[in-house]
């Protein structure tokens, strides 16, 4: 088991940053890959950014690559994105989740999610 906490939501405008924060516990948190998908209201639950193991190796979405960075520290059981640029369209609940196998962009690749945080840009 992986229990995951997100925070660092928040309400910002157009054009600023967030850095948002998962803290991970229960499993070996260098065991586990992750990612951080996002939904929107009445849309379905969105792929945006995953990172391997060790921390290696990432992959993005392409309506947020170049603007959002993903990271991880294991030994502070931690991953982070850094949302840099936002857009209106990037309002969304974000949730952060760990994989057994392999930091993909599909969701049923992920055995844990948390329960997410909100992120709304004005405009």
């Known amino acids: 088991q992986v229990q995951l906490v997100e925070s660092g939501g928040g309400l910002v405008q157009a054009g600023g940053s967030l850095r948002l924060s998962c803290a991970a516990s229960?499993?070996?948190?260098?065991?586990?890959?992750m990612g951080w998908f996002r939904q929107a209201p009445g849309e379905e639950r969105q792929f945006v950014a995953a990172i391997s193991k060790s921390g290696g190796r990432s992959n993005y979405a392409d309506s947020v690559k170049g603007r959002f960075t993903i990271s991880r520290d294991n030994a502070k059981n931690s991953v982070y994105l850094q949302v840099n640029g936002l857009k209106p369209e990037d309002t969304a609940v974000y949730y952060c989740?760990?994989?057994?196998?392999?930091?993909?962009?599909?969701?049923?690749?992920?055995?844990?999610w948390g329960q997410g945080t909100q992120v709304t840009v004005s405009s």
């Open positions: 229960g499993r070996t948190f260098s065991s586990v890959a």
């Open positions: 989740a760990a994989s057994r196998f392999y930091y993909s962009d599909s969701r049923p690749t992920y055995d844990y």
